[in-house]
């Protein structure tokens, strides 16, 4: 099966700083990979998704890029502010034409300090 | 619009005790899922559901059933609660097509088993 791994476990940044979280997948037939932000006690919300056949992907101050050879992907956040403080997780699912099986990485706590 | 809206929030059980974890969407998804998430291991997919009337096993299915009630409910039960199962429970559905759709959690169940 996939596996999915997320570095750094956790990561402390000033406010106006970026930030960067490294996924690495293992499973070759996955094709798409979705970020999730949780805050303490909430959902898990997605914030930015990549496809496969996409090398980079944009939403105002989240970027993720992805390289299938390498198999990683990495989520960028530019000019932090404290609400971004969350857990943010990356994932990785094989489309197998019925339904999305999410393998999620281990979770990063960001940290944005005044 | 609630989408996905999952019951009860917080429960404690016994060991050996059962109980159902209810799950209902409101945005016609065809896909729906469970997973548990424990600190440091992020979320693991314990079972989903591709359409109503099917069924599949995730990573993490042993000790638990399910049960699609239809397109809108997705039930996960324990017959005999372990404390090994203390864990906050998430339910989540999604779209179906050729591409992977975004996954939508549920509030999630905090569970205790003593």
């Known amino acids: 099966g996939e596996n999915v791994e997320q570095h750094p476990s956790t990561l402390s940044v000033q406010e106006g700083d970026s930030a960067v979280i490294k996924c690495t997948y293992s499973?070759?037939?996955?094709?798409?990979f979705p970020w999730y932000k949780q805050e303490l006690g909430k959902r898990p919300q997605l914030i930015i998704d990549i496809r496969s056949n996409v090398g980079e992907k944009k939403d105002q101050r989240i970027a993720v890029t992805l390289n299938k050879t390498a198999k990683h992907f990495s989520l960028h956040i530019t000019e932090t502010q404290p609400e971004d403080s969350a857990v943010y997780f990356c994932a990785a699912s094989e489309n197998t034409g019925t339904a999305s099986k999410l393998t999620f990485g281990t979770g990063t706590r960001l940290q944005v300090t005044l | 619009n609630a989408g996905v809206t999952q019951t009860p929030k917080f429960q404690v059980l016994k060991t050996g005790q059962s109980m159902t974890l209810q799950c209902a969407q409101d945005?016609?998804?065809?896909?729906m899922y469970w997973y548990r998430q424990d600190p440091g291991m992020g979320l693991r997919l314990i079972y989903y559901?591709?359409?109503?009337?099917?069924?599949d096993k995730g990573e993490v299915p042993n000790g638990y059933n399910v049960s699609r009630l239809n397109k809108r409910e997705f039930s996960l039960r324990l017959e005999s609660a372990a404390p090994s199962q203390t864990s906050v429970y998430f339910c989540?559905?999604?779209?179906?097509?050729?591409?992977?759709?975004?996954?939508?959690f549920g509030d999630g169940t905090r569970l205790s088993i003593l």
């Open positions: 945005m016609n998804h065809n896909s």
């Open positions: 989540a559905s999604s779209g179906q097509g050729f591409v992977n759709q975004p996954q939508h």
């Open positions: 499973d070759s037939a996955s094709n798409y």
């Open positions: 559901s591709a359409s109503e009337g099917t069924t």
